[in-house]
């Protein structure tokens, strides 16, 4: 069973920077999407970025898009979500997900993944 680690979330100031790193337990190359997903109170989840097995395909969602950027490094287990330009609105609990899906589209609908970590939480205020 697929196990997903995410970490690097924090408190941060309007305009400042993190990154986020979501470690697997495996992610042999060809095998899974990953994706990031957040949940702010009393809000749905969304998607926000995705990544493709071999890195080919990337996908961020409109609020994120020049903000946001989303790699991985299979050799080291590990995608990151280097978030830059924060605003408020990014507070949220983050979570990355995987799918089985190699050189697929990585979609942003959060019923298509599979495998979840348990989140980092991400506070953006002044």
């Known amino acids: 069973q697929l196990q997903l680690v995410e970490s690097g979330g924090g408190l941060v100031q309007p305009g400042g920077s993190l990154r986020l790193s979501c470690a697997a337990s495996e992610l042999t190359s060809d095998y899974y999407v990953i994706g990031w997903f957040r949940q702010a109170p009393g809000k749905e989840r969304e998607g926000v970025s995705g990544?493709?097995?071999?890195?080919?395909?990337?996908n961020y969602a409109d609020s994120v898009k020049g903000r946001f950027t989303i790699s991985r490094d299979n050799a080291k287990k590990t995608v990151y979500l280097q978030m830059n330009s924060l605003k408020p609105e990014d507070t949220a609990i983050y979570y990355c997900?995987?799918?089985?899906?190699?050189?697929?589209?990585?979609?942003?609908?959060?019923?298509?993944?599979?495998?979840w970590g348990q989140g980092t939480q991400v506070t953006v205020s002044s």
């Open positions: 990544i493709s097995s071999s890195s080919s395909s990337t």
């Open positions: 997900a995987a799918r089985l899906g190699g050189i697929s589209f990585p979609s942003l609908a959060s019923y298509e993944y599979d495998y």
